[in-house]
């Protein structure tokens, strides 16, 4: 809780700020028509409702110990330069408004964010579906991989995003259980629980998505792509997925 002490264009804000608490710190207020900052007024301070932990406490030094905010900031992800289809899967990503190296906030107990989801199905576009790189496509190419494009593409956007979670995963010398243990210790420090907090945070996220793509990946059979979407489209599946074309009324025809 922060206590105006003194009112005016800078003001000195005292009590329990950050993770350690304590001490005081020198906030600008800005100047309105209605004039400063009085005292006793309450002050409001918007630190980003989009953050995660990992990024208040990275730039704050404190997270909120009200509302959680456990994430991972997957990124930048490039295309790699060996693939034969970099530039035209870079300038995809332009016209979609993204930049060439993206980065994705993933959030536990959410899906994953639809973009990135794209994302990762424009990655591994290749072989008969990067038809749809073609420029023809451009302006329509993102809109058009926002559903499955194919079993294949599907399975491999699954793939690399189960290997890089595991990998991430593993890459942390504790367990969600121990940082859990650490965070809820009063007798540790604030930097220790801190730290153990936003770590525990980054796990879930990361774990979030390792469900999220396994689930995909096991209703892999039952999904439908683009070509069974657009045949549809032209009504030449009916809803049991089987074909309508007949040979015979189109050679009458």
């Not at 005292?14 to 001490?23: E, K, L, S």
């Not at 599907?154 to 859990?180: F, H, N, P, S």
Request: charged share 30%.
């Amino acid at each position: 809780t922060w206590q105006l002490n003194n009112g005016g264009i800078a003001a000195v804000f005292g009590g329990r700020g950050g993770a350690d608490g304590g001490g005081s710190v020198l906030l600008r207020v800005e100047k309105t028509k209605a004039g400063g900052a009085k005292r006793g007024e309450e002050i409001r301070c918007n630190y980003g409702p989009a953050n995660i932990d990992s990024q208040f406490a990275l730039d704050y030094g404190f997270v909120d110990a009200f509302c959680s905010r456990p994430g991972y900031v997957l990124g930048p992800l490039s295309i790699p330069e060996d693939d034969v289809n970099a530039f035209d899967k870079m300038d995809v990503l332009s016209v979609a408004g993204l930049k060439e190296s993206p980065a994705f906030t993933i959030r536990a107990f959410e899906d994953p964010p639809p973009e990135m989801v794209v994302f990762m199905r424009l990655l591994n576009l290749k072989n008969d579906d990067a038809f749809l790189l073609e420029a023809i496509f451009r302006q329509e190419c993102w809109a058009l991989i926002s559903d499955p494009v194919s079993r294949d593409n599907e399975a491999d956007a699954c793939v690399t995003m189960l290997r890089g979670c595991e990998e991430a995963l593993g890459a942390y010398a504790t367990k969600i259980e121990d940082d859990r243990g650490v965070a809820d210790d009063a007798d540790a420090s604030p930097r220790l629980r801190l730290a153990a907090r936003v770590r525990m945070g980054e796990k879930q996220a990361l774990e979030e998505v390792l469900g999220y793509y396994a689930s995909v990946e096991a209703r892999l059979d039952r999904t439908e792509y683009y070509q069974e979407r657009r045949l549809r489209s032209l009504n030449l599946l009916d809803r049991d997925g089987n074909s309508t074309y007949d040979p015979f009324q189109d050679t009458m025809a």
